[in-house]
């Protein structure tokens, strides 16, 4: 049987060739013709380690190339996870940093927005520093009266609750369509109604609701809260209030006899309505478990191309696999 013809060099076309580019698989005869090939077509010359490569041609050399490629993925991890530059800590302006301590002595958490946010530019709460009290910006929505909103930009922390809320149910200049929208709320009386405040960091599948006591100054109801800039309070109907998930009113501290308050809320109600400096009572904060930093340039790699699609397995059980197919490999040679 003749011998085959040796296929010509496809860049000079003049001598037999010699070589295989790796990555394209052009054949070459020198390596004069190697550097015009790479010139000429820009080629790397180097096995895309990432391309598909399938059974039969899998070899020897191609498992050693598929194994150091996922071992300098995980060093690229290792070296990015390490090199990760800190997080900047944004530092609040000084009169906010005052705004968040005296409201801590009180027993509220008060979250400060990022500038920028609808909440941080409408917030007009200020802490009067003469007078050593906060000023609350405090927001009312009415739903059952189409969504009407109504603010109070300068609410004294001592003020009774129900005398903020009459003021926004009674007639006021200007505002006789509102009046006429909040016409149910007032026949009602403000004994029929209910005020609630959404309890922060809850799921949004899981909405809670604190009962507001409108007989209270607005200090003792913050109390043991976690508030996101300002307070938004919602006056709510009798028929309404099944709607929402209204948590009971905490039981309030017994006066003398050292029985303590029933609860950690009670507790910070009652030191603020003492006026005395309190820890502030710890949010809930609900966060989602976090993601892996998926090695997703390894998933890739030739050798698992073939299995298909999918998450692949942990880089590091992949590398102890491999190592010890490379180890019997070596042993069988």
């Given amino acids: 049987m003749a011998a085959e013809e040796p296929q010509a060099c496809q860049e000079c076309w003049q001598s037999a060739a010699k070589y295989t580019c790796p990555r394209c698989e052009r054949r070459t005869c020198s390596l004069a013709c190697v550097k015009a090939h790479k010139e000429?077509?820009?080629?790397?010359?180097?096995?895309?380690?990432?391309?598909?490569?399938?059974?039969?041609?899998?070899?020897?050399?191609?498992?050693?190339?598929?194994?150091?490629?996922?071992?300098?993925?995980?060093?690229?991890?290792?070296?990015?996870?390490?090199?990760?530059?800190?997080?900047?800590?944004?530092?609040?302006?000084?009169?906010?940093?005052?705004?968040?301590?005296?409201?801590?002595?009180?027993?509220?958490?008060?979250?400060?927005?990022?500038p920028g946010m609808e909440k941080r530019r409408s917030n007009t709460t200020r802490y009067d520093g003469r007078m050593q009290t906060l000023q609350w910006h405090v927001e009312w929505a009415f739903p059952a009266a189409d969504g009407v909103k109504v603010a109070d930009h300068k609410a004294h922390e001592n003020t009774l609750v129900s005398e903020l809320l009459a003021a926004h149910l009674a007639l006021q200049p200007g505002a006789a369509a509102r009046h006429h929208a909040l016409r149910e709320h007032r026949e009602?009386?403000?004994?029929?109604?209910?005020?609630?405040?959404?309890?922060?960091?809850?799921?949004?599948?899981?909405?809670?609701?604190?009962?507001?006591?409108?007989?209270?100054?607005?200090?003792?109801?913050?109390?043991?809260?976690?508030?996101?800039?300002?307070?938004?309070?919602?006056?709510?109907?009798?028929?309404?209030?099944?709607?929402?998930?209204?948590?009971?009113?905490?039981?309030?501290?017994?006066?003398?006899?050292?029985?303590?308050?029933?609860?950690?809320?009670?507790?910070a109600e009652a030191a603020a309505a003492a006026g005395e400096e309190t820890e502030p009572v710890a949010a809930e904060v609900h966060t989602e478990p976090p993601m892996p930093a998926a090695a997703t340039a390894g998933a890739g790699a030739s050798s698992a191309a073939g299995a298909g699609g999918g998450q692949g397995p942990d880089l590091a059980a992949v590398l102890a696999a491999m190592s010890a197919d490379a180890a019997a490999l070596a042993g069988g040679t």
Wanted: glycine share 8%; charged share 25%.
């Fill in 188 to 267: 009602a009386g403000l004994e029929a109604l209910t005020v609630v405040m959404r309890k922060e960091r809850t799921p949004a599948n899981a909405v809670q609701y604190h009962e507001i006591d409108i007989t209270r100054p607005l200090r003792t109801q913050l109390a043991g809260k976690v508030v996101v800039e300002f307070p938004t309070f919602l006056v709510l109907l009798r028929r309404e209030r099944d709607e929402y998930g209204v948590l009971p009113q905490p039981a309030p501290a017994q006066a003398g006899g050292g029985t303590e308050p029933a609860t950690a809320a009670a507790a």
């Fill in 40 to 114: 000429a077509s820009g080629c790397s010359g180097k096995r895309d380690r990432t391309g598909f490569v399938g059974r039969a041609s899998f070899d020897e050399r191609t498992f050693f190339s598929d194994y150091r490629f996922l071992e300098e993925v995980q060093l690229a991890e290792d070296v990015a996870k390490r090199s990760k530059p800190p997080a900047p800590k944004l530092e609040l302006p000084q009169f906010l940093q005052t705004l968040q301590y005296q409201a801590r002595r009180r027993g509220v958490q008060l979250h400060i927005l990022s």
